[in-house]
């Protein structure tokens, strides 16, 4: 009859949202299942906060992904440490040699957003295998560099895949999860880059020691590869999002909540890279530790990552802004203390710990950028690694010229407490133009 032919799918789509629930309808809605092989066929889908299947359990995904940004968290903070080495050997000035820091961080931002819209349409396993590949070529290439012109070069090309790398993977691991556990999805993931501080960095450091600054590049590389074999095995064959395009992608940049969370990320980690940028220094110079205490120190500040890394994601999950909005507020209160306790290496080293924990905003970032993002994600994702690395350039610059001005090696503590409460106001900015939005379109607050 024409009349219950059109009225089934009507009856599943109402049965399987819950509005209907007597025995009669439940069967019915069962056999159709069955005759269907359980595929929906009607013109609407089940909600549902439920992970996508995959081959192999999301904890080896995502520790396939955190093995990539061990190995790009290893090269980021590693050649800070090796440019004495490589700066004596290519025969160039300490000054000089950090050009090559730069270059990298300079990669870093035009290849997050290029890439990622280049890329709009490729599956986003692939489009990983081949940012990780280029990652691994052009830091086996820098162990080679003859000349430090060279070097310059091969490190901005390695920074290109940097931020589409961690922009995608970070999709890739939402994916896997409940919509409930985003944040401690990405992150898990970043617990590659936290761990990279407490290991990679003192193990490359070693290595420039005892055999040449060149096999910290080539043991970078060798991750680098790994990640990619990784990658291959374990990650879902998952194409790209229906729809997707560069012009979509670029459709981010329409959003005035994405250039706020980027501004928030760009001005308030700031606070965080004026304090670590300038921490050997006062640890030799105000705190007066042997060289040997140093390394201790730089530990403890990736100790304090990697614990809010697993803590954090745990509250952001369940209160993003609110959570957001905190750890602002912790690293404004520590940077602070910084100033107090630099004289004493136990006051120090605590504070240090607090800072690095205050590390953890990049995760929360992250997902705000994908949430008002919309439909373009990878762009905002791998852009946030581009505000990254802005305040990597903006915390350092305001800390030396507050150094220079003669305030003392301290003095960065205060300039990082400022870049942090900068970031809280456009936080609290981002949050009433968010209840101004609920207010104007009828929903509750």
């Keep these: 009859m024409p009349g219950k032919a059109q009225a089934a799918p009507a009856l599943r789509q109402a049965v399987e949202y819950g509005f ?24 609407m889908s089940k909600p549902t906060s439920k992970p996508k299947p995959t081959p192999h ?4 995904v995502i520790f396939a992904l955190a093995m990539g940004a061990f190995a790009i968290g290893t090269t980021e903070f590693a050649t800070m440490s090796l440019l004495p080495y490589f700066a004596k050997d290519l025969h160039i000035d300490a000054p000089t040699a950090g050009h090559v820091i730069s270059a990298y961080a300079l990669g870093v931002v035009v290849g997050a957003p290029i890439l990622t ?24 290439l820098c162990a080679f560099a003859p000349t430090y012109e060279w070097l310059l070069v091969l490190r901005f090309l390695s920074g290109l895949p940097h931020g589409a790398y961690f922009g995608i993977a970070s999709l890739v691991a939402v994916s896997l999860v409940p919509l409930n556990k985003r944040n401690q999805a990405v992150g898990r993931m970043f617990l590659g880059l936290t761990i990279a501080t407490i290991i990679g960095v003192p193990f490359a450091n070693w290595l420039g020691h005892a055999i040449g600054w060149r096999w910290g590049f080539g043991l970078v590389a060798l991750v680098g590869l790994l990640t990619v074999a990784l990658v291959a095995w374990l990650a879902p064959h998952t194409p790209a ?14 959003h005035g909540q994405v250039w706020l969370t980027l501004a928030i ?3 308030g980690f700031g606070g965080m890279f004026a304090v670590y940028t300038y921490l ?34 745990w509250f952001a999950d369940r209160a993003l802004m609110p959570t957001a909005a905190g750890l602002l507020l912790w690293s404004t209160a520590a940077s602070a203390l910084f100033t107090v306790t630099a004289g004493n290496i136990w006051g120090i080293s605590i504070t240090v710990f607090l800072i690095g924990m205050g590390g953890a905003l990049g995760t929360v970032l992250q997902t705000r950028l994908m949430d008002v993002a919309k439909h373009a994600q990878g762009l905002a994702a791998a852009l946030n690694h581009s505000a990254f690395n802005f305040a990597n350039a903006l915390g350092p610059l305001l800390g030396g010229m507050a150094i220079a001005r003669g305030y003392g090696w301290t003095s960065p503590g205060w300039v990082g407490a400022l870049l942090a409460l900068g970031g809280f106001v456009l936080l609290l900015v981002s949050m009433w133009l968010d209840r101004a939005d609920r207010t104007r379109m009828g929903k509750p607050n």
Excluded: C
């Excluded at 819209?117 to 990652?135: I, P």
């Excluded at 999002?241 to 329409?254: D, F, M, N, T, Y």
């Design 117 to 140: 819209v280049l890329a709009a349409r490729v599956a986003r396993r692939t489009l990983l295998l081949w940012l990780m590949a280029l990652f691994a070529l052009f830091n086996g």
């Design 57 to 60: 359990s999301a904890g080896l």
């Design 265 to 267: 990320g760009a001005i």
């Design 241 to 254: 999002s229906p729809g997707s395009s560069p012009l979509r992608e670029l459709s981010a940049l329409k």
């Design 280 to 313: 050997a220094d006062t640890l030799l110079q105000v705190t007066q530790v042997s060289p040997a205490t140093v390394p201790f120190v730089l530990g403890i500040f990736g100790v304090g990552m990697t614990i809010g890394s697993i803590v954090v994601p």
């Design 20 to 43: 209907t629930r007597s025995p009669a309808e439940s069967l019915l809605y069962r056999v159709h299942a069955k005759l269907t092989h359980g595929k929906p066929t009607g013109t």
